[in-house]
């Protein structure tokens, strides 16, 4: 298949559930820190590096820097991702701004996109 038409296509299949993630997200921020303000989603992204990517089990290494909504420092750690298409997204070595919360006993990556 052609790479372009490859992209249109994960594109158009992460928008709408991107939207409705979204939501539940500052939902949840917002239970998280009390007094979010409309501000909060963007400032939730935490920076970090990627060390490793395991698409078969949909996790990724991160070494991050402090994730203000979830209390938590910067440190190298492993995240589940909430889709499997967020890992096409970045590549190891990339600096990345993303969103992580906490899910169950371990925590998933919502969001995540290469720093500029
Ligand atoms: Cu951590």
Redesign the pocket.
């Known amino acids: 298949m052609n790479p372009l038409a490859c992209a249109l296509l994960a594109c158009a299949l992460l928008s709408g559930p991107a939207v409705a993630q979204q939501k539940a997200d500052d939902h949840s921020a917002h239970h998280a820190t009390g007094a979010a303000t409309a501000a909060a989603s963007s400032a939730d992204m935490a920076d970090g590096e990627v060390r490793k990517i395991d698409k078969v089990a949909g996790r990724l290494t ?1 070494r ?1 820097g402090d ?1 203000r909504n ?1 209390d ?6 492993v995240f589940q991702v909430k889709e499997p298409a967020l890992l096409d997204k970045v590549k190891v070595g990339d600096k990345v701004k993303f969103r ?1 919360e906490k899910a169950g006993s371990g ?1 998933v990556v919502t969001a995540i996109e290469a720093a500029k």
């Open positions: 991160l991050h994730i979830l938590m420092p910067g440190m190298t750690m992580a925590y």
